[in-house]
Every structure is written in structure tokens, then in C-alpha cells.
């Protein structure tokens, strides 16, 4: 199953739960929370392995790591590839481009109307049915007789229970790392592969379909998925539900999902923790959204349209990586509301049209100022009850992808109306200035939880 903070995927949905748990999402016994290979790691392992060291040196984290890369992997080839089908069937672009908006526009409504599954079941099963169902949704697509219809009905049905993977694995993260800096450290990791994986993604699935069919490219993606189950089932430990079902009070899986949701976003500090995330993300895929038509305008072609779509990734991969080895907790917090409020200004750039040089620039200093998130992993993980981490992070990841898409369209729709640099430029002032009323609040926020828990 894909996940993190970029690439938009998921399972198909799950069935609304009865009260009494059904046999594929059963929970498990309950298993003790302290985790032996994490105990291990952090009494000897980590004396000598720090950073990012110090996380792999954890046996369950690199199974989970592992399972990332391969779902990433498969999603993006299997994306790549039914639009390349959709298109073949229909010669329809606007039925190939909604191929991939599908990959968006479901994420809010599984992370609002599915959330509670995350914490509702034990957390290994429920990944390793996603992941299942994921294989067999696309193993469906592959087959001949499926129409175009079909095709799209399955992709919204995958992007739809995405959220739910993410933050299922998310919140399962705590108990492998702990809630401390291999936490942090282990959600960074999983977003540079996500950003990587994009690119390398994208690219063997150009390689593969110069080899095979749509249809054999996505193919293999469902010997991705099937092999991230094998390795989330028996390379992680069984725990029990977040929630366990003498708590449930009756309810069923809908009520459980919204009133999540109304809990998680009535606390002040993790609704202003939620906007830090989703705030910048909104405005900082325009660049991206328009990267083709603004190729055009300054005449670089399309080897230039390349060059502006991975510029910003390479930022955030940098940044992120540079932030998790150089620098200890104390230190990545401190840098969580300068860097989140100045992220966005380096697109100003483009208001003076610049020529491929300067806007590689301007993209790179914007991906790298997604470092804060770094950071506000720490302060998220800290606000979130236990009993609601799983629906909170769940709800992260749907809001993360919907004000992506959100924001791609209406960049889009801007540059119909306004010359294409003028809309990337005022996506990053008016974006700062929006970042900045956040940053406010959550600084306030912050005051108020220190005292709270000095007190």
C-alpha cells in the first residue's frame, strides 16, 4: 500500500463493520506492548547506531520500510500504466487525466467516513488486508472484459481507503519506535522514499511500457502488493486494536469514524498542528501543476518539464535528510515555525519570469522548506491521545492529499485567467501570508501545552 505525504493510493474500501468484529478484521490476541527488537535496539543497538542508523537497527521498521518501497513502487507503475490504458481505450485525455485525479479526490472521503477502522482493528491485519484487497482490485483492472467505467470505479475504490493504510501503519509506528525520536526519524524515512519512489516510480513505469502492455506492466504491481503483505504479516508483531471492543459502546464503524473526526479537529493545538501540514501543502503544488505550461512559456521543452517536476523533490529529500542527521530534537523543533513560514517565499521568484536556472532554484528552496515537517511529526504524535492516534493520523494523510489536489486544480484554473508565473508567485506570497496566521496560532498553542504540562 503507497502512503505518506505524496502519492496518491490506497485499498479498496472495507465493509462497514457490525458490532460484532467480522472474521477478516477479528482482533488478535493481545500482545504486550513493550516490543523485543525495539528494547533490544535501544539498551545496545543504538550505543553505537544513531539517526537514521538507530531506526533500521529496529528488525520491525525495516520490514515495514521494505513493504513501503514496494507499494510505493506498484502504485506508481500501476497509475502510470491505466492511464496509459484508459487513454489507448477511449483516446479520450480528459478520461486520462481523470485516471489520475482519482487518485485524490476519494482520500477525504475514506479518511472521514473509514477512519475508524484504524483504530478500531488490530493494526497488522488491517494492513495486510489492504494491501490483498489492493492486489485483487488491480489484478481486476488487468483482466480484458473490464470496462472503462470499471477501470475508474477501481481507482477511485483504491485512492478511497488510502488514508486508512497510512494511517493505520502510521500509528502502528509508535508502538515499533516508540513516541520519541525514532519516531520521527522512521515517518522521515517513510516520506523520502515517498518522494523518491515518485520519481523512480514513474520512470520504470516509462521502462516497463516500452516493454509490455498496460495491462503486463500492471501486472507485476499485484506481485508488489502481494509481497508488502507477506512482509507486513510476518515481518511485524501482532498487537491488539487501539480500541478494544468492550470500549466501543455499540457503536458501529461510520459513528466511530466521525466522532473521531470531531474530536480530533474540537482540540485547538492539533487543529492548528493539522492546517501547519495542510496549509503549505495547498500552495505548494502549483509549480508542479503547472510546471508544462510554464516549460512552454520559456521555451526549455519537455526535457525541461522533467527538470521543474523532480526540482522540488530533490529539495524536500535533501532537506529532510540533511534535518534527521544533523539534527537532534531539540533542534528540528526549534526550526518547525521559522521554516514553515519562510518555505513558501522562494516562489516569489517567479514573478520575474525567471529562465530554467532560477526557477530550479526557486523549487528547490521550496521543497526544502518542507523540512519543518520533520518537527511537527514530534509535536503531532505528542497532542494526539492514544486512544485517537490511529483516526488522527488517518485524517492527516485524507486532508494532506485533498488540499493537494484542491490546490492543483486551482492553480490550473488561475493560469487560464493569469500569465502562469504570475500564478506561481502569488501562490507563495499569498501562501506565506496564510502560513503566517497559522504559525500564530500554533504558537500560542505551544505556550498554552508547555505550561499545561509544567503544571
Given amino acids: 500500500m503507497p502512503s505518506d ?3 496518491p493510493a490506497g485499498t479498496p474500501p472495507l465493509p462497514p463493520a457490525p458490532d460484532v468484529p467480522s472474521p477478516a478484521l477479528a482482533p488478535e490476541p493481545p500482545a504486550p506492548r513493550t516490543d523485543p527488537s ?16 538507530a531506526v533500521f537497527a529496529v528488525r520491525e521498521f525495516r520490514a515495514v520500510f521494505a513493504a513501503h518501497l514496494l507499494s510505493l513502487l506498484g502504485v506508481a507503475v500501476s497509475e502510470l500504466a491505466l492511464t496509459v490504458l484508459v487513454y489507448d481505450l477511449t483516446g479520450s485525455p480528459l478520461l486520462s487525466a481523470l485516471t489520475f485525479a482519482l487518485g485524490f479526490l476519494p482520500y477525504i472521503v475514506g479518511g472521514t467516513l473509514l477512519a475508524g477502522v484504524a483504530d478500531r ?12 484487497v489492493c492486489a485483487g482490485c488491480v489484478a481486476v483492472m488487468v483482466l480484458p472484459g473490464t470496462p472503462v467505467g470499471g477501470l475508474l470505479a477501481l481507482r477511485c475504490a483504491v485512492a478511497a481507503v488510502a488514508p486508512v493504510f497510512t494511517g493505520t501503519r502510521t500509528a502502528a509506528l509508535t508502538d515499533i519506535l516508540g513516541e520519541g525520536d525514532l519516531y520521527v526519524l522512521g515517518r522521515s524515512l517513510l516520506r523520502v522514499v515517498s518522494q523518491s519512489s515518485l520519481l523512480i516510480g514513474f520512470g520504470a513505469g516509462g521502462l516497463l511500457l516500452a516493454a509490455l502492455s498496460p495491462r503486463g506492466a500492471m501486472a507485476l504491481t499485484v506481485v508488489t502488493f502481494c509481497c508488502s503483505a507477506l512482509l507486513l504479516r510476518f515481518g511485524t508483531r501482532a498487537r ?31 487543529r492548528g498542528l493539522l492546517l501547519l501540514f ?14 508544462a505550461p510554464y516549460a512552454d512559456a520559456i521555451g526549455i521543452g519537455p526535457a525541461g518539464v522533467g527538470l521543474l517536476m523532480c526540482a522540488m523533490a530533490v529539495g524536500h529529500i535533501g532537506a529532510e535528510l540533511s534535518a ?24 516569489a521568484l517567479y514573478a520575474v519570469r525567471p529562465g530554467a536556472a532560477l526557477a530550479v532554484l526557486a523549487l528547490v528552496l521550496a521543497g526544502a522548506g518542507a523540512a519543518y515537517v520533520i518537527g ?16 488522527a493520523m488517518t485524517l492527516l494523510t485524507a486532508g494532506l492529499m485533498t488540499v493537494q489536489g484542491l490546490g492543483m486544480a486551482l492553480a490550473g484554473l488561475a493560469a487560464e485567467f493569469l500569465p502562469v ?8 506570497v499569498v501562501g506565506t501570508l496564510c502560513t503566517a496566521l497559522v504559525v500564530l496560532d500554533v504558537r500560542r498553542t505551544n505556550v498554552r501545552y508547555r505550561s499545561a504540562r509544567q503544571g
Fill in 278 to 291: 495542510w496549509v503549505p501543502a495547498f500552495f505548494v503544488v502549483a509549480p508542479e501543476a503547472l510546471a
Fill in 421 to 428: 508565473h504570475a500564478v506561481v508567485a502569488g501562490s507563495g
Fill in 324 to 347: 534527521g542527521s544533523l539534527l537532534g530534537p531539540a533542534a528540528r523543533s526549534r526550526i518547525v515555525l521559522p521554516t514553515a513560514l519562510l518555505g513558501l517565499l522562494p516562489l
Fill in 5 to 7: 505525504d505524496r502519492p
Fill in 121 to 132: 482493528y488490530p493494526a497488522r491485519r488491517v494492513l495486510v488486508v489492504c494491501d490483498l
Fill in 38 to 53: 525495539r528494547a533490544r535496539a535501544l539498551r545496545g543497538g543504538t550505543e553505537r547506531a544513531t539517526g537514521y542508523r
Fill in 376 to 391: 511537527l511529526d514530534q509535536w503531532f504524535v505528542d497532542a494526539v491521545p492514544q486512544a485517537l492516534r490511529g483516526r
Fill in 240 to 270: 491488539p486494536a487501539r480500541i478494544a471492543a468492550g470500549e466501543r459502546g455499540g457503536g458501529t464503524l461510520l459513528a466511530d469514524s466521525l466522532s473521531g473526526a470531531r474530536d480530533v479537529l474540537a482540540d485547538r493545538r492539533i
